[in-house]
C-alpha cells in the first residue's frame, strides 16, 4: 500500500522489476534540501533518499513535482490551477511517460485516498497520466516503455483505494476513478 505525508513516499521493489510505494514515512526537511522527500528501500532495507533532480519529466528535472502535487490541494485557485496546468504539461506527454511519472502517480493516488481537499483534481490527472493521454495512446499505439510499465506497476498496487474511492463521497472523483483503472 502506497502512501505520502507532505511529499514523501517508501518505495520497495515489487519483485518483478518495477517499484511499489509500501508505507508512510514522516517528511523532515533540512535546509537548502528541498524535495528529497521521497526515498527507496533497497533489498538491505536501507532507506535512500531519491533525489527528485534526477528524475525527469516532459521539462527537466521534477523537483518541483512533489510541492506542485501539494499544491493541487490548495484553496488557493491561482495556486491550484498553475499546479494543475503544470503538472499537466510535465508528467507525461501523448503516449509517453518519464521517471518521474511512476513517483507522481502514487503521491497522486494517496491525495485522492487522504480525501485532500480538491482530490478530484488530482483524480483527473492521475487519468491522464495513467493512460498517457489516453486518446493518443489509443490511436498510435506503441511498445510499452520502462517508465509505462512502472506508471502502470505503481497504480496496481494502489487499485483497491481507487476502486474504494468509487464509493467515496465525491462524485467529481467517482467519474475520474473509472477513468484511472480504465
Given at each position: ?11 520497495s521493489d ?82 509517453k511517460w ?69 464509493a467515496g ?14
Open positions: 500500500e502506497a502512501v505520502q505525508a507532505k511529499g514523501v513516499c517508501i518505495l515489487d519483485g518483478k522489476g518495477g517499484r511499489a510505494a509500501v508505507r508512510k514515512r514522516k517528511e523532515t526537511r533540512r535546509p537548502g534540501r528541498q524535495n528529497e522527500g521521497m526515498a527507496t528501500k533497497n533489498a538491505s532495507a536501507k532507506i535512500t533518499p531519491i533525489d527528485w533532480k534526477k528524475l525527469r519529466h516532459a521539462q527537466g528535472p521534477a523537483t518541483r513535482v512533489p510541492k506542485q502535487i501539494s499544491d493541487l490541494a490548495s484553496r488557493n485557485q491561482d495556486t491550484l490551477d498553475l499546479a494543475f496546468a503544470t503538472l499537466e504539461e510535465t508528467l507525461h506527454a501523448p503516449g518519464f521517471s518521474a511519472s511512476a513517483p507522481a502517480v502514487a503521491l497522486l493516488c494517496d491525495a485522492i485516498e487522504r480525501g485532500t481537499a480538491n482530490r478530484h483534481h488530482a483524480a483527473w490527472l492521475l487519468a491522464d497520466v495513467v493512460a498517457g493521454q489516453h486518446l493518443h495512446a489509443i490511436e498510435h499505439p506503441s511498445k510499452p516503455t520502462a517508465d509505462a510499465h512502472r506508471v502502470h506497476a505503481t497504480l496496481a498496487e494502489r487499485a483497491a483505494a481507487m476502486i474504494a474511492a468509487l463521497d465525491d462524485p467529481r472523483v467517482r467519474s475520474a476513478v473509472p477513468m484511472v483503472l480504465a
